[in-house]
């Protein structure tokens, strides 16, 4: 098929059969997998993403061991119902907070997705960072770049195999079961794991072996499975499809300079021979940690890592073309010449995104400090001693706030109402716990109306100030009503 055939003029790049597009890079005809290996990636935007993952490396090994107010930074503990998101303690009545947290979350990928597409998956998804930046590199350091790890698969399990593989897989398990370690720290905090390693795997047996398992996932996924990840597991891959259009901002060829592609010839005006820039020298794809051919368009696989981009422009570079072959771009930008632009899709996912954080903002700012409760206890009733008319609840009180609490108890509605708790008048709530304990509240006969009549009741700090109220009822003498 000659060059001319290969361009699609306005159209696209590849007028052959687009068997890409219903197959998968890493797996050829038969189901086979395609092992990929990538060349070592250099250049601006690998330098770029370097840093981010270092300082994305370095945050999530130092967050288990930062705390504010004596409180983990980070906490996500399901077993003991034990949350703690930026210091604050949050509990199963705040449920719904972290849901629209949640919500507000995937708006805000959905919103990052359309405008700049699955740059998530390139810079900082964990996947990648662990994978690209410390088991890849890893890689490199044993077997060497590309050439020589095909070389060493290729080769008979002879001595060099043997110690290379060994080496690796070995170095491979000991950061899995690192990783592994500083996971469950964020699950169950940082001096319970360090209580766990000093007591030893049997006394802590049934943590010991999700331990194992977690880290055998690990070491699987990053030394085998790998970018299978991406394109077989991932659902963001899949959900990509749906939310990238022709203005997003991604990783793209631009065709219409590259083709007609044909190898470098020195000296050659390849404008006056009817070829376009790329060369053809195929560095794109070698470089590629999925296996793809970004010339042949955005596709499923592509995690826009870069590093297409900086094996390009090295090559332009090298042959005194412009850089920028391939670039971030929009298709539109890219077919048609127009500039990105704010689309109303955009508009309207930006909308929503600040109607959620706004809202999610309110209900934080208004979680308060405590939370209270008087609840009758079951099967109880009303007394009547001294003139006055007496119910029990059990009250509970949850103190949210980073301070243990001193707290009193009033009725706010109706008047009249008097308090008598069992132990004092007033009640130690410390930090992060919850208190319990029976309160008597009473009101004298001529004030009761109702044989049910509503009252709420306050709780207050030391100043003064309302913590909470929460409403009830009470209950009296039936009384006939005239």
Known sequence: MSDDQNFKGGQGQVVEAETFRDSVGTMDQAGKRKWVFPRKPSGRYTNYRTLVAWFLLAVFFALPFVKINGNPFLLINVIDRQFFIAGQPFYLQDFFILALGAITSIVFIILFTVVFGRIFCGWICPQTIFLEMIFRKIDYLIEGDRNK??????????????????????????????????????????????????????????????????????????????????????????????????????????????????????????????????????????????????????????????????????????????????????????EKETKFKFTGRMKAYTAILL??????????????????????PAGSSFFVRDGKINNTYNYTFLNKSNQDQVVTIKVIEPQHGEITVSASDKILVKKDQMTKGTVNISFPEKEVKLSKQNVKIGVYDQKGELLDTFETYFEGPFKLQF
Request: hydrophobic share 45%.
């Open 355 to 376: 109607l959620l954080i706004g809202f999610l903002g309110f209900l934080l700012n208004n979680r308060g400090a405590m939370e209270a409760k008087f609840i009758k």
């Open 149 to 334: 790890q095909m070389k060493l698969d290729r080769q008979e399990w002879n001595s060099e195999k043997i110690w290379k593989r060994s080496l690796k897989w070995a170095i491979f398990i000991i950061i899995s079961l690192i990783i592994t370690h500083w996971m469950f720290m964020y699950i169950v905090g940082y001096q319970e794991v360090f209580d766990m390693i000093q007591e030893g795997p049997f006394t802590n047996f049934t943590s010991f072996l999700v331990m194992i398992i977690f880290t055998a996932a690990f070491y699987f996924t990053f030394a085998w499975f790998r970018e299978q990840v991406c394109t077989l597991v991932c659902p963001y891959g899949r959900l990509q499809g749906v939310l990238i259009d022709k203005q997003t901002i991604n990783v793209y060829y631009d065709f219409k300079r590259g083709e007609n592609r044909a190898k470098w010839r020195k000296g050659e005006d390849r404008k006056a021979a009817g070829k376009g820039d790329c060369i053809d020298c195929n560095q794109c794809v070698v470089v590629c940690p999925t296996g793809i051919d970004i010339r042949d368009g955005q596709q499923l696989e592509c995690v826009n890592c870069t590093a297409c981009i900086d094996a390009c422009d090295e090559v332009m570079v090298k042959v005194g073309l412009p850089k920028g072959l391939i670039r971030y771009a929009t298709e539109d930008e890219i």
